[in-house]
Each structure stands twice: as structure tokens, then as C-alpha cells.
């Protein structure tokens, strides 16, 4: 993604002082070179990508051209995936809260969904129960201990009865075959990988001891740092895996076990895709000085950004007049909140006007900004040499038709 002070002002004029930038191109290659990482130690490997990280449709249909899938976690979602024209075959559904109604019809056009809880299993049985001629495809959500000092609340602890009862109603049940076995833990560290793979491949042989057969997939779930330029990297106390990493904690375990390359093996990355996918530009409205502490005011908000606890990769484009020279100034966000800082204790020359660009902005970012105060910016893909228009702007009947007034 080339920008400069040029691009910047022409982008100004067509859309704003605020503005997502989108490198739809850079999302691809990480794509690719994630799957690279797996499939040389295992072939029979794919994604699954995360749509709550960043669901702009662009990058959701370049992982289904590539051949991955959806994995989504509500009917929202699934809509998303079904409307780009993913076939339901390939969309995951997981989540610990799902529409029943929109479930049926994805399982009943062959998509998957991850049973989470006994509630779940409830409502399942009854779908099954109402449609008799259809084989539908269900995965267990599995959860363990990974030795991360955390207690995941997601899916079924492996060690009590009712993991044992949900491969028992699927073992007893005519019409529902068990697809998958899933697991998920937010930890990032790669020391945690072989764990999943292990323990997942441990019960992939005991549901088979229940059941009589083998899921045809495994999904070890998401959980993957992305890439971070090495001013953010310094700022974590931990390191920061390459995706060869990740692929070498895990993939051996499967090639090892199946030298004829099954079951499927899945992952479910977003941020490992889409962080360093997008910037946000914002140009400064207003630079003051209180009580000898100096304050930046941005057309922008940490929620443009969702970053919080270390200050993020940032581009100063000179755009502005009367520029100074600052030693510890903070870059703060437009909303009536006092943590709204996106960067804390900058030093450089600044000026009212100029641009500041924040890169590694394409996680939870866009997906996660409220309609607070102001309705968010508009989405600009500038990848390849060419700009377009992802998103418009959002406008007050956007946010507000649904509303009486």
C-alpha cells in the first residue's frame, strides 16, 4: 500500500479528513502464505476465515475465490456469506448464541453447525426431528485445558458428562453426522498449538471409540498474531510468531498421524489476515496546551483503531501549516471520552491539518466501531495502483431509521 502526500490530499477531497484505508491485495498474500506455511507439512489443510475480525464483503469474497471457508457466528454473518455467494457446504457456523431458524436453513442446504451447549443440542434435535430425509452436519465444540491459566467459556469441557452425551445424542441420532470436532482459545502464544493438536487428535479417536467413525475435520480453531511492524512488536512482552511458526507447533502432529493426509485440517484466523490489511487516516483539527501538557484532537477515535495499551505504528504527512515541534503529546480521538487517546506521548513535528495514518488497523477495528457521537468513515481500497470505494460513509438514516421519531 503506497501512500503519499498526494494521494492523501486527493483522497481528502473525495471523501473526508477521515477515511479507512483498504489493501485487499496484502489480505491475499497473507492468505496465501498462511496456507503455504500449513500445506507443505500438511496438504490436506484450510482456512476458515473469521468474519467477526473485519466482514468487509471484498475480503470475505477473496477467501472464498481462494477456495477457503466462512466461519461465522451469527445469522448476521451467515447472511454475509450466503449473499457474496458462498456455498452453505462451506460455511462454519460456531458462537455460544445462535438464530435456529437461520441455523436450520444452513444445515439443511449443508452447512455446518457447531453445537456449543446442551441448550443447543435441544434445539438441534428438534430440526432433525422435522426433517427426517435430511443428513445434517453438526461439529462438537470442544474445550480443555491448554495450560494458559484460562478458562475458556466456550463449547463442552472434554472431561465432564455432557461431552460424552452430545457424541452419544449424535451416535443415536438417525439423520445428524458428526462433521468436525472444533476447539478455540484466544491465547496467541504459539507454545499453545501443540496442545490443541494433540489433545484434538486424542478425541478425534475416542468419539470414534463412541461413534464408529472419524469426523472428517478437525479445526484447531483461531488464535494467530498477524503482521506486526516492529514498533508495535517491541511493545508486547511476549514474541510474536511468524506463520511458519504456528504451522511447524501443529501441522507435524497431523502429517505424523496421517501419512495419507486425512482428516481435513481447519483454522479460523482474522486478525492473522486482516490486521496489517488496513490504515485509518485522520487528519488533526485542533492542537492545545493544558496546564503544560499538549493534546492533539483528531478526526478519528481509538475505535477506529481498537488499540488500546500501546501506541500503534504511525505515518505523520505534513498537510498542515504552522508545524512545531512536540516532546510529549497526545493524539486524542474526537469523542466526550477522556480514554479516548489513540497515541500517548508522541514526539515529532505537527501541525492543524496535517494527516496521521495508523497502520495495522484491520482487526475488530471497523466491525467494532460504535455509532457513537459520529457515524464512522467511509473505506478506500488503494491496493494494485487503483482506488475504490468499499464503503461509503455512514449517514445519520443509516443509523437512525429504525427509530420513531
Given at each position: 500500500m503506497e501512500i503519499s502526500i498526494e494521494k492523501l490530499r486527493a483522497l481528502s477531497e473525495r471523501y473526508g479528513?477521515?477515511?479507512y484505508l483498504l489493501d485487499s491485495k496484502q489480505f491475499e498474500d497473507n492468505y496465501q502464505r498462511l496456507k503455504r506455511a500449513f500445506t507443505k507439512i500438511y496438504p490436506h489443510f484450510n482456512i476458515a476465515y473469521s468474519y467477526k475480525t473485519n466482514y468487509i464483503p471484498k475480503l470475505c469474497k477473496i477467501v472464498d475465490r481462494c477456495g477457503g471457508y466462512a466461519e461465522v457466528v451469527s445469522d448476521m454473518e451467515m447472511e454475509i456469506a450466503l449473499r457474496i455467494g458462498v456455498k452453505p457446504e462451506k460455511i462454519i457456523w460456531n458462537g455460544p448464541v445462535k438464530n435456529y431458524e437461520k441455523a436450520r436453513q444452513l444445515l439443511i442446504a449443508g452447512g455446518t453447525v457447531n453445537l456449543d451447549s446442551m441448550e443447543e443440542i435441544n434445539e438441534i434435535k428438534k430440526i432433525a426431528a422435522e426433517y427426517p430425509e435430511h443428513s445434517l452436519n453438526v461439529g462438537?465444540?470442544?474445550?480443555?485445558?491448554?495450560?494458559?491459566g484460562l478458562i475458556s467459556r466456550f463449547g463442552?469441557?472434554?472431561?465432564?458428562?455432557?461431552?460424552?452425551?452430545?457424541?452419544?445424542?449424535?451416535?443415536?441420532?438417525?439423520?445428524?453426522?458428526?462433521?468436525?470436532?472444533?476447539?478455540h482459545f484466544a491465547d496467541r502464544k504459539v507454545q499453545y498449538w501443540p496442545v490443541r493438536?494433540?489433545?484434538?487428535?486424542?478425541?478425534?479417536?475416542?468419539?470414534?471409540?463412541?461413534?464408529?467413525?472419524?469426523?472428517?475435520?478437525?479445526?484447531?480453531?483461531?488464535g494467530i498474531f498477524g503482521n506486526l511492524q516492529e514498533s508495535l512488536k517491541?511493545?508486547?512482552?511476549?514474541?510474536?510468531?511468524?506463520?511458519d511458526e504456528y504451522a511447524e507447533a501443529a501441522a507435524p502432529l497431523f502429517s505424523d498421524s496421517f501419512p495419507s493426509a486425512a482428516p481435513e485440517l481447519l483454522i479460523e484466523p482474522g486478525t492473522a489476515l486482516a490486521g496489517d490489511s488496513m490504515k485509518f487516516a485522520g487528519r488533526i483539527k485542533a492542537i492545545k496546551?493544558?496546564?503544560?501538557k499538549h493534546f492533539a484532537t483528531i478526526l478519528g477515535s481509538q475505535?477506529?483503531?481498537?488499540?488500546?495499551?500501546?501506541?500503534?505504528?504511525?505515518?505523520?504527512?505534513?498537510?498542515?501549516?504552522?508545524?512545531?515541534?512536540y516532546t510529549d503529546i497526545d493524539l486524542a480521538g474526537y469523542t466526550c471520552i477522556e480514554s479516548d487517546v489513540l497515541y500517548r506521548n508522541y514526539t515529532g513535528e505537527l501541525g492543524v491539518g496535517d494527516f496521521l495514518v495508523f497502520s495495522n488497523c484491520g482487526s475488530y477495528s471497523i466491525v467494532m466501531k460504535p455509532p457513537f457521537i459520529l457515524p464512522d468513515f467511509p473505506v478506500v481500497d488503494i491496493s494494485g495502483g487503483h482506488i475504490e470505494l468499499i464503503?461509503?460513509?455512514?449517514?445519520?438514516?443509516?443509523l437512525f431509521h429504525t427509530y420513531s421519531f
Open positions: 479528513d477521515a477515511f462438537i465444540r470442544c474445550n480443555f485445558n491448554i495450560g494458559d463442552f469441557d472434554v472431561n465432564q458428562t455432557e461431552f460424552i452425551q452430545a457424541v452419544d445424542f449424535i451416535k443415536t441420532s438417525k439423520n445428524i453426522h458428526l462433521f468436525m470436532l472444533q476447539c493438536a494433540k489433545e484434538m487428535l486424542r478425541l478425534r479417536e475416542q468419539v470414534c471409540d463412541r461413534l464408529g467413525y472419524f469426523p472428517e475435520k478437525v479445526d484447531l480453531g483461531g517491541n511493545q508486547f512482552p511476549v514474541h510474536i510468531p511468524e506463520y496546551s493544558i496546564r503544560g475505535k477506529n483503531i481498537n488499540m488500546s495499551g500501546v501506541n500503534p505504528p504511525i505515518t505523520v504527512y505534513p498537510l498542515g501549516k504552522d508545524r512545531t515541534y464503503k461509503r460513509r455512514e449517514q445519520f438514516d443509516d
